[in-house]
């Protein structure tokens, strides 16, 4: 009788409101700055090694070339390897059926269409708010102790990497997100890109100011050269795309309406019987 | 039930927050355009403060690129840069005008005795390359203050032999405004030759501004005139430089 009164679930607070801000905050800059970059590399599709650039041998290029045919075909150049890209990158149709010769399609650029200066104006607004938001973000999470409690894996958690990974292959969340922890691949992951990739993305953009440059001349060695800095720009944005990705089709793949409420409104619904947590709420 | 309620609103109000695709008509209203413009300003009010006025790198000679690119204007059409061109611009004259006490019209050889200075920098460009050359040329600071500006001149306009775009009404001519202060950094210079040859009609032969630090873009080519006013509203869209009337920052700092 008791029993059948016993709730089955009750939501724990899982994200607290500087955390839910700061993602979804982080969310917009990165979609704004991703569009706004492909706008900005839509001029120089190219990258080099190096401080200059050696036109003739970018180790990856987006570009067009006539076709026997006589229509332009996109090409993705990497390295000595060259791939037909048509309809993808370099040349592509528009809505109104023109073929476009630029690398990045209008779908992906903001704005749409060709517009250098304006792409540019986008990239640094929200780079200055990705900036000032990383920055109040990473400062709480630190002094809240949020870092150490929730990302840092725990001692011997780096042996269920194994584990971890076959998960994700298999698509299937591991039993402790029941309990709304974190895994040894989400922790890893989160690490990397708030301490790593997203702070290397801010020093390569400013490394690629010239009066940056000259009042801190140390900056551009650190990275191999202006150009390098440029390419490291582009594969560390990469990244954070392929993170974007991830993320998203683990959250929907797993318990998307449960993981959305969480970083929406804070609370994460768990089994009733597992072990107790702060904050609990019943339903 | 109240709680899935209040977090689908929570959730529609976060993707409509997320949904970009209003940016493009965002970016075409004047409004949204000088909203868009503070993260520039911002920049620019950080460069000013934070940067201070040191050298830009220079390089040995050796990292001096093989390729460097001809960007913009690469043989500017008119008949008179032409005629000039013909004569190895021996009848060409810079004029430094405007608010200054006394305007100088200086051939290429008074250019090439005044003081100069030789250096091997890294040019960025706008679009995201970057080149490596050797430049010598008349600094521009003595040449300033020999003019004596006025104490009102706060930019200096840099009048060019090229148009990038044919207009009716000239806007199409390129131009580039500096702040009168950056003329006197010591590698400021009215660049004459690059890679120890005179400078091509492709790199903007007889001079070019080198203004290191700078986006290339600021760096005017074909250099005809310089002018010391106090504001650049009433030239060209008013907003400093070809470019710039086009959209591009005026600090060029990033």
Redesign the interface.
Known sequence: MIEADQPKHR?IYRHPLFVRLAH?LN??CL??LL?SGLQ??N??P?F?WG??????HPFLSVGSTIGRDGAPHGQLQIGSMRFDTTGWLGAWTDGDGNTVERAFPASVT????R????G?????????ILVANGALYILTAIATGRVARVLLPAAGELRTIGRSVRDHLLLRSHSGANAGEYNILQKLSYLAVIFGLLPLMAVTG?T????????A?FL?PLFGG??SA?SIHFLCATAIGAFFVVHIVMGLVTQP?NL??AI??G?FRVDADRTEHEGIRHD | MT??R??LR??AA?TS??A?AG??RL?RSQQA?D??????T??RLA?DA???D????E?PES?I???F?ANGTTAPDSQAYLDHAAAAFSDWRLEIGGLVAHPLKLALAELRAAPSRTQVT?H?????????AKWRGARLGPLIARAEPHPSARYLVFYCADTLELTLDGSGDYYETIALKDAFHPQTILAYDMNDRPLPVAHGAPIRLRL????GYKMAKYVMRIEAVESFADIGRGRGGY?ED????WHA??
């Open positions: 939501l979804w969310a917009l979609l704004a569009t900005i590399l001029a120089h190219a080099y401080e200059a650039s050696r036109f003739a903001l704005p749409r269409g517009d250098l200066g304006a540019r104006h986008w990239h640094f607004l929200f780079a200055w400013l690629m100011s010239p009066s940056v440059d000259a009042a001349p551009t202006r150009q440029r309406l959305l409420r929406v409104t609370w | 709680e899935r209040d977090f929570q959730l976060g927050l997320l970009l940016c493009d970016t355009t909203v868009l413009e503070l993260g520039e911002f920049t460069q934070l940067l201070g040191g050298l830009a790198k390089f990292a690129s093989a390729d690119r890294r960025d460009c706008v679009e995201g390359w970057s080149g490596i290191e630090r700078k986006l470019w086009r959209g591009y920052d700092g990033i």
